[in-house]
């Protein structure tokens, strides 16, 4: 037991998994733009950016993020020299952010379609009828009835994102857990299993909170119709 | 997509103009950026010819390509057969009457469906590494976390659909003399597979698309083929794009099947698909999919 708890003084696993978190904020943020983007265009009336927006969802949703990930490190990074800072790591970094925010920009699009299929017909016969049109309908009316319908399948897109983040271990950041867990096993590889349960139930505490909170804002935001 | 033609009237002149000028930015606006990408690729010789043509010779699919999608395809069809195996044993453990076997499987299914898949996967790798129990550790590594994360995926999706039938139809077993297992296994979760067939599917496109984290514990998958055949011929951007379209035709065929399979049966069964309850992405609605 001894031996397990000085393994904590030689890494420092809080560290890793703050790294985690933060690229699953900026992965977030970025997402939540581009998915609304796209929600958009896949319900507005100009067909060239309805099949631009599907093209996207379909594109994205069936690729795997591993391959997006090692894309960015590979392809961009090592091939185009696209450089996001010149700070090395820092780079990975935000390379990791573009791949995780690309992934899920798919599913956040998809969510907040889901929540557009919530409002009812009336809401947007409505504001055709006091003459608004689209934009001005999208803005004032279907989105913020859409975004409450959608924040479950929204906080499921978040727990993904929050595991996925782990993903960015085949973009070289080499700080975040699962990158960690991996160098601490090979050190201490009689201590395999506790190295794992702790992690794990890592995930498990920032993961759970996100689905209840998620599960309660639905309901107590749903609008009552 | 019901929103789709209600969000705005049908055009008169005036929209049908607005709604024209919006289509020609809007192609425009790809044009330009697929010229955009061209462009950049170009400039840095991405495009000449011997980055490309690798892939118009047998040898290049004979050794790389097609054993990585081989192996890929093997773990994936072993990880399919195995989670839905687990998923129907705690599924119904799930739905059991006995406290202790509903409190423990409930456990096991939030566990790991709360872990992520790759970490699973790295402390399997290692730990089945260090144990030699198995030869291929990286393969039963990849098998085994698959199993594990999309089995506790589908006993969620096999437990809202049992709840999502009818209670007429439990009841209805218990009125014949049956016990709760044998309703349960003979009248309600057969019915709730067929609702869910739509949903089980796109989990097997999850399944597919997740095999390729074998990438990082160095199982020799399509896509560490592709990086080790890019690697050898100079041409990474293309291994890479070659093997990211093989996945997306796959999954792409797979997902539609499912659309496919969810207007087939929408008649079928008595039981609806809840959504709320299951893994989001992958079942926020018939037609959308996810990662794990």
Not at chain 1, 94 to 116: D, K
Not at chain 2, 224 to 246: D, K
Request: proline residues 4%; contains cysteine.
């Amino acid at each position: 037991m001894d031996n397990f708890l000085t393994l904590f003084e030689t890494y420092n696993v809080p560290a890793a998994f703050w790294v985690n978190i933060q690229l699953t904020f900026w992965a977030a943020v970025w997402s939540l733009v581009l998915g609304t983007l796209l929600a958009l265009m896949r319900i507005s009336p100009i067909p060239s950016l309805q099949w631009l927006g599907a093209a996207y969802v379909n594109i994205f949703r069936n690729t795997p993020l591993t391959i997006i990930i090692a894309f960015g490190v590979l392809g961009l990074f090592g091939q185009l020299q696209v450089s996001l800072t010149d700070d090395f790591n820092l780079n990975f970094f935000r390379l990791a952010i573009l791949g995780l925010t690309i992934y899920h920009a798919a599913f956040v699009c998809e969510a907040i379609r889901s929540g557009v299929n919530t409002v009812p017909l009336g809401q947007a016969e409505a504001a055709r009828a006091i003459g608004l049109s689209f934009l001005p309908a999208a803005r004032l009316i279907i989105l913020p009835q859409a975004f409450r319908g959608a924040i479950a399948p929204l906080g499921n897109v978040l727990i993904a994102l929050i595991k996925n983040s782990t993903v960015a271990a085949a973009g070289s950041v080499a700080a975040e857990a699962s990158s960690l867990m991996k160098t601490m096993i090979e050190f201490r590889g009689d201590l395999v299993i506790p190295i794992f349960f702790t992690f794990a139930i890592g995930f498990v505490i920032l993961v759970i909170p996100v689905g209840l909170l998620t599960t309660w804002a639905s309901r107590r935001l749903a609008v009552a119709r | 997509m019901s929103a789709q033609n209600v969000l705005f009237d049908a055009p008169g002149p005036k929209a049908r103009r607005t709604i024209l000028i919006g289509n020609i930015i809007g192609a425009l606006l790809i044009a330009g950026l697929i010229a955009y990408v061209v462009f950049l690729l170009g400039g840095k010789g991405q495009l000449a010819a011997d980055k490309w043509t690798p892939f118009l010779e047998g040898r290049t699919w004979e050794f790389f390509l097609l054993p990585g999608l081989l192996s890929t395809l093997r773990a994936a069809a072993i990880a399919v057969v195995t989670s839905v195996l687990f998923g129907l044993i705690f599924g119904l453990g799930r739905l059991s009457h006995v406290k202790p076997i509903r409190w423990f499987a409930g456990l096991v299914v939030e566990f790991f469906r709360a872990v992520p898949v790759l970490l699973m996967m790295i402390f399997l790798w290692l730990a089945l590494g260090r144990s030699n129990l198995v030869e291929d550790a990286p393969f039963w590594a990849v098998v085994i976390a698959l199993t594990l994360y999309n089995g506790s995926v589908i006993a969620e999706l096999i437990r809202s659909g049992v709840q999502g039938l009818p209670k007429g139809q439990r009841e209805a077993g218990l009125a014949i003399g049956m016990t709760q297992m044998q309703s349960l296994r003979t009248i309600e979760v057969p019915q709730a597979l067929i609702a869910m067939l739509p949903a089980l599917v796109s989990q097997f496109v999850v399944i597919l698309k997740d095999s390729a984290l074998g990438y990082i514990i160095g199982f020799p998958e399509l896509l560490q083929n592709a990086r080790r055949l890019g690697v050898g011929e100079g041409n990474l951007l293309q291994s890479l794009l070659i093997a990211a379209v093989i996945f997306i035709v796959i999954n792409f065929a797979l997902s539609s099947l499912a659309t496919k399979l969810s207007k087939l049966l929408s008649f079928r069964s008595k039981g609806r698909a809840r959504d709320e309850t299951l893994d989001g992405i992958a079942a926020a609605e018939p037609e959308g999919t996810l990662s794990r």
